[in-house]
C-alpha cells in the first residue's frame, strides 16, 4: 500500500481548499450572464408597459377621429334638415323635419359626449406614460449600474482565479504526481471534497463508519487510505 505523510496531507487539505475557493467563484461568474438577463428583463417589462399604454392612447385617439367625423357628418345632416324646413308646405312635413334635426342634434350631443371622455382617458394616460417614463428612465441608470458592478465582480473573480490557479500549480508541485492523480480522479467522482478526516471512526465525507480495521490501521500507519464507502482519501484526526 502507497504511503503518505502527514505533511501530504496538510498538502492536498491545502490544494482541496484552494479549489473550493475557485469552484465558488468559478460558480458565480457562471451565473453573470443569468444575473444581466435577469436585470436587462426588468427593463423590458416595463417597456411592455409603456408600449401598452401608447397603444391604449392610439385607441383612443382613433375613436376620437372617428367620433368626430360622425359628428361633422350630422352637423352636415343638421344644415340640410335645417336648409329644407324653408321649403316644406305642410305642418306634417315641417313637423317631421324638426324631429329629424332634434334626432341629429341629440346622436350629435351623444357623440361629443364621446369625445369629451376620450380626450380626457388620453389625458390621463399620457399622463400615466410621462410618470412610467421618469420610473424607466430612474430604473434603466440603476440597472446600468447593478449591471456594472456585476461585471467588476466578474473580471475581479477572473483575476482572483488565475491567482488562485498559479497558487495551486506552485503548491501541487510538491505532491507525488501519482498521488496527485489519485486525488484528481477521486474529486472527477464525489462531491465536494476528496479528502476527508476521519473522526471517532466516522468518515466526515459521507458520515458513514469505517470498519475497525481500517480505522486502526488509520492511526498507527502512514499508508495510503480510502473510505470504504465515499472512496475518498481519508486520514486520521485526533479527537
Known amino acids: 500500500m502507497e504511503k503518505i505523510t502527514k505533511k501530504q496531507i496538510d498538502t492536498l487539505l491545502q490544494l482541496q481548499e484552494i479549489e473550493i475557493k475557485s469552484d465558488a467563484i468559478k460558480s458565480e461568474i457562471n451565473k453573470v450572464s443569468a444575473k444581466l438577463a435577469k436585470l436587462d428583463n426588468q427593463l423590458k417589462a416595463f417597456e411592455n408597459e409603456i408600449d401598452e399604454e401608447q397603444k391604449v392612447i392610439n385607441d383612443f385617439k382613433q375613436k376620437y377621429r372617428s367620433c368626430e367625423t360622425d359628428a361633422q357628418l350630422n352637423h352636415s345632416k343638421a344644415e340640410k334638415s335645417q336648409e329644407k324646413l324653408k321649403f316644406v308646405k305642410t305642418n306634417k ?86 498521488l496527485l492523480d489519485k486525488f484528481s480522479v477521486i474529486k472527477s467522482r464525489v462531491s465536494g ?47
Request: net charge negative; hydrophobic share 30%.
Open 93 to 178: 312635413e315641417y313637423q317631421s323635419s324638426l324631429k329629424e334635426i332634434d334626432e341629429i342634434k341629440a346622436i350629435n350631443a351623444k357623440i361629443e359626449d364621446e369625445m369629451l371622455q376620450y380626450l380626457e382617458k388620453i389625458e390621463t394616460s399620457e399622463e400615466n406614460i410621462l410618470i412610467k417614463k421618469e420610473k424607466y428612465s430612474a430604473l434603466a441608470e440603476k440597472l446600468k449600474q447593478e449591471k456594472d458592478s456585476i461585471i467588476q465582480e466578474s473580471e475581479q473573480g477572473r483575476k482572483e482565479v488565475a491567482q488562485i490557479e498559479k497558487e495551486w500549480k506552485t503548491i501541487s508541485q510538491k505532491i507525488n504526481p501519482k
Open 193 to 239: 471534497r476528496a479528502i476527508a478526516a476521519v473522526k471517532k471512526a466516522v468518515c466526515l465525507g459521507c458520515n458513514m463508519q469505517i470498519p475497525p480495521q481500517i480505522y486502526n490501521e488509520l492511526q498507527r500507519t502512514e499508508r495510503l487510505e480510502f473510505c470504504p464507502h465515499c472512496q475518498r482519501i481519508i486520514y486520521w484526526e485526533k479527537d
